[in-house]
């Protein structure tokens, strides 16, 4: 995320701020799939991340003041958005609702999405299932840097961290994801899928 | 065409941090014709997608409509409480704060809301905040207060009967601790524990 960006959000909140409410939309519709996407990460269906997503952008605008110009934007958001997921209140809520949603979802997205679609969202839960594996330490970096996209730099401030700790702690989660990964593939000449 | 060892190297010089836009596209085309390499390193694609530059999770996800029911609600929240505005000076903004907490309670007054007394022992704090799931884990709002250096740090919050609600106490605007009287714990996922409160 470029210093260019940053002047961009920082404009747009100052017109949020002086008082044209519908410039909010801009920072919205820019971080919307990213706050989506960090939130599934941690609560796994569709429908709970997006009301998450909401949440979150609501209580962002109402922290709006406190947002100091000159300043990543990406970075605040997400430090309220990483301090709104955090509570495992929410996530047993939505571990009771996957249970049905996940089906429903699967069920639902099979025969309207296209093969390469379904594919992707089961390589996607894959790999969110690895991700929600890897102790604390190196699952936020994984998922502020990977699921929300944020730079090495934003991560770090998000995390109060050091840029190297953070290159290292995704170096270490990259070798532990690979090996999670393949470990679930069968083994060549192995029939451990055969029932 | 890239072979199943050139994708293994692809997954290695990866892992390492060298992978290049070149080899993604020759991975990802080797991917789409060897369903044993799909296999086996498809759910990495994401990651290699982002460590590239290349949107992936993200650029997966989502948020149709999004902006629509965020700027809804902001519409709704503004016109139902009057003279809200988030914008004025902290000061004034911690009254609007408070109000708008009146507000949601006087409109509640007969559904199942309990007030909730939290009390902390903590002589040598200078500051206790009160921040959990009710309060999105901002403290603004939720300060705690003792009636002289020896007492107990002490707020009353109004909270839904039928909730499990998870907060902690922030001392000195940066130490959170977990509620030594809660009645049970939980990983907060931050490597901490989170103070669990059913009502």
């Known amino acids: ?195 | 065409m890239m072979q199943c060892i050139n994708a293994l190297s692809f997954v290695d010089a990866w892992e390492n941090g060298k992978a290049t836009l070149d080899g993604l596209d020759e991975f990802r085309a080797h991917l789409d014709g060897c369903r044993e390499c799909s296999r086996r390193f498809g759910a990495l694609l994401p990651l290699m997608m982002r460590d590239i530059g290349v949107s992936g999770i993200a650029a997966a996800a989502s948020s149709a409509g999004l902006a629509d029911d965020v700027m809804d609600a902001l519409g709704k929240k503004n016109r139902h409480a009057f003279a809200f505005n988030p914008f004025l000076a902290a000061a004034a903004a911690a009254i609007f704060i408070v109000g708008l907490s009146l507000g949601i309670f006087f409109t509640r007054m007969n559904s199942d809301i309990v007030t909730v007394h939290f009390t902390l022992d903590a002589p040598e704090a200078s500051s206790v905040y009160l921040a959990g799931d009710f309060n999105a884990w901002g403290g603004e709002g939720y300060k705690l207060s003792r009636a002289s250096p020896d007492s107990p740090w002490e707020i009353s919050v109004k909270l839904e009967k039928g909730k499990a609600y998870v907060y902690n106490f922030v001392v000195n605007g940066s130490t959170w601790i977990t509620d030594p009287k809660a009645p049970a714990r939980i990983d907060d996922g931050f490597g901490g524990s989170g103070s669990l409160l059913r009502l």
């Not at chain 1, 969110?128 to 994984?142: F, K």
């Not at chain 1, 730079?151 to 190297?164: C, F, N, P, W, Y």
């Open chain 1, 1 to 195: 995320m470029g210093s260019d960006s940053v002047t961009d959000d920082n404009d747009v909140v100052k017109k949020v701020l002086s008082g044209d409410r519908e410039a909010y939309r801009v920072l919205v519709d820019k971080y919307g799939s990213r706050v989506v996407a960090f939130c599934r990460s941690r609560m796994r269906s569709e429908e709970d991340a997006r009301d998450a997503a909401q949440d979150v952008f609501l209580r962002a605008y109402s922290s709006l003041a406190s947002f100091r110009a000159g300043e990543s934007f990406a970075a605040w958001l997400f430090a309220i958005t990483g301090n709104h997921v955090r509570t495992r209140f929410r996530i047993f809520q939505s571990d009771r609702r996957k249970t049905e949603a996940a089906g429903t979802e699967l069920a639902t997205a099979a025969p309207a999405d296209p093969a390469e679609d379904v594919e992707r969202k089961f390589r996607e839960e894959g790999l969110r299932r690895a991700v929600s594996t890897l102790p604390p330490n190196l699952r936020w970096p994984v998922e502020f840097y990977y699921f929300a996209e944020l730079s090495v730099v934003e991560t770090a401030r998000v995390l109060g961290l050091g840029e190297e700790a953070v290159k290292t702690r995704l170096f270490r989660a990259r070798k532990v994801l690979r090996h999670l990964l393949e470990e679930k593939q069968p083994k060549p000449g192995s029939r451990g899928n055969q029932k």
